[in-house]
């Protein structure tokens, strides 16, 4: 592999944005149905096999004494966790490539989400050729951000702001669907229409199943964001969260498999069903893999700097913010997971009158006295805070951060 990183700490930032990238890339090559988005994913599974490799054999040379290699014992943890991470993805994508079957349904209503992954190559003489990605302000333009690049075999996770695209670059974009087809114009591609699929009327006792399978990729998903900020943090309240979700989700599996069972029954042919179990249990495996990530918060055991100094460098943080009453957020409403004015952030999950609503979909209201667990980059944290009706202030003995209300100051 070529430009491999040097050191423990930038590989184990390279591996947590790569498995990331691989369940947005396997989630959307099923709701798209693209195989060739399915093929990028079995791809990245190859760069993040040798970054495992590499990652170990660094861990057992390090680990010296027996104080390093209890360190170093958490360290191949969370290693395994990211691993496990990047397979569920791979399960995901080998629905799509080895046709296992998916009832149109579920394709309908997850395809149509607000916050999609999308794949599009740079077109020689396009718009985008030649600038620089900064300059392109895409998350402005199309309401679509780029997560990766891949440049002939080589690729760029997380791209900077002064990276220029070439003609046939690959883009891994993530945003709304709304913003598609004006980027592929801009990347001087084809106008891209959702595969039709005919809906088989022999199936659609599934529609309970469907939302089962729907709600378990928000849950799945939430909680592997949060599990990241709570070992980041080594906050005991996000791991409880985390764990809560994973149980959740084995309910939800349980429920998935009596209605897809109950299905079969009823139609002639249960082969379209095979892609509903196999989703099922890598969204599943997602969950499993989150709360293998906060084991080590959760038993209150060291944690190795090398992972916090990792941890801390990922362009994304998780937040925790209640609204105040009169914030410029107290009666906004949420049109898909997008949070305040630009500040980079998206909703993974909303405490709103004594329960949690995790992915929530469509119009949502937000009031006073609700808190928000946030996604998004580091630096749009404060801007975010405001617009709660928050200052974030850093404490300079301790260098943690409080919100303080703005009447307050």
Known sequence: ???????????????????????????????????????????LEERLSELVHEMREVCVLAARAPREAEQMSGVLHVVAAIERMGNAAVDIARIVTHHLGIPAALLADLSAAQEVSHRVRVRDGSAL???????????????????????????????????????DDVLILRGSRDGINELRELAGAPEWRPATIEEDPAITDLDRAVDVLVDMKNVSEAAAGIAYSALLFQDQGLTA??????????????????WVLRAAAETVDPSPLRGLLHLGVAAE??????QQLVWLVENGEEMHPVLKVALGEADDVVVRYP???????????????????????????????????????????????????????????????????YRLVEDDDTGELELVPVAAT
């Not at 184990?12 to 195989?35: C, H, I, P, Q, R």
């Open 1 to 43: 592999m070529e430009d491999r990183p040097r050191n423990l700490r930038a590989m184990l930032t390279e591996a947590k944005d790569t498995s990331e990238l691989m369940v947005d890339l396997g989630y959307a090559a099923l709701f798209f149905t693209d195989a060739r988005m399915a093929e990028e994913v079995e791809e």
């Open 129 to 167: 050729a030649g600038r620089q990605l900064a300059d392109v302000e895409l998350p402005m333009e199309v309401g679509m951000r780029v997560v990766a690049i891949r440049r002939g075999r080589d690729w760029m996770i997380d791209p900077d702001g002064d990276d220029i695209f070439v003609p």
């Open 241 to 258: 969260e985390v764990m809560q979700l994973e149980d959740r989700l084995d309910e939800m599996r349980e429920q998935l498999e009596l």
């Open 285 to 290: 495996e997602i969950g499993d893999a989150a």
């Open 323 to 389: 609204i105040a009453p009169g914030a410029d957020l107290d009666g906004a409403e949420l049109v898909g997971s997008a949070l305040g004015d630009d500040t980079g952030f998206h909703l993974l999950a909303l405490h709103q009158r004594g329960r949690y609503v995790y992915r929530p979909r469509g119009r949502v209201t937000l009031h006073a006295g609700d808190v928000v667990l946030a996604t998004g980059p580091r630096e749009g944290r404060t801007k975010l805070a405001r617009q709660c009706g």
